[in-house]
Each structure stands twice: as structure tokens, then as C-alpha cells.
């Protein structure tokens, strides 16, 4: 999946500008040439990421930790420690 990253990569770090009105006189190629070009789906260059949560986060860090604490377990024991 391509997100707001790639697209930093692919298009630079302006890339957002890209969505802005250019005037008659420009020189920039349109963002759908710049994707054509690129074999890049250009709907990846709308792609804005968030953030995740603190309680997303929170919920990550405590699943980490109880899989580093207890490595042999599987999945569905891990689900039931967490569910407990």
C-alpha cells in the first residue's frame, strides 16, 4: 500500500502543491502524468495517513509486551490472557 510517504518519495516533498491550480504558464506536468508516468496509482498521492491513537498505542504496547513475556504461546492465548 502506497501512502503519504511514497508519495513524498515519488512526487517530493511538495507533493501536496501538486493539488493546487496551476497557472496557464506552468511547466509542471499534471499530477495524473506524473503518476501515469511513474506506473503509480494516483489515487495513492490522496492518501493522507493519521496518526495512531494513545489508546491504540496503549492496546499495541500491552499485546507486545505479554508476546515478549510469554513467546511460546500462540494466538488464541494471547487473546485469552488479554481478554481476561
Known amino acids: 500500500m502506497i501512502g503519504s510517504k511514497k508519495s513524498e518519495e515519488l512526487f517530493g516533498p511538495d507533493w501536496e502543491s501538486k493539488f ?3 497557472p496557464k504558464d506552468s511547466k ?3 499530477l495524473s502524468t506524473v503518476a501515469e508516468l511513474l506506473d503509480v496509482n494516483r489515487t ?8 495512531p491513537s494513545e ?11 505479554m508476546h515478549t ?4 504461546w500462540g494466538s ?3 487473546f485469552k490472557a488479554f481478554a481476561a
Request: hydrophobic residues 20%; charged residues 40%.
Open 44 to 51: 495513492s498521492a490522496y492518501y493522507k495517513s493519521k496518526s
Open 69 to 72: 513475556d510469554n513467546p511460546s
Open 20 to 22: 493546487t491550480p496551476r
Open 28 to 30: 509542471e506536468l499534471p
Open 55 to 65: 489508546t491504540e498505542l496503549a492496546i499495541k504496547d500491552s499485546i507486545d509486551r
Open 76 to 78: 488464541r492465548a494471547d
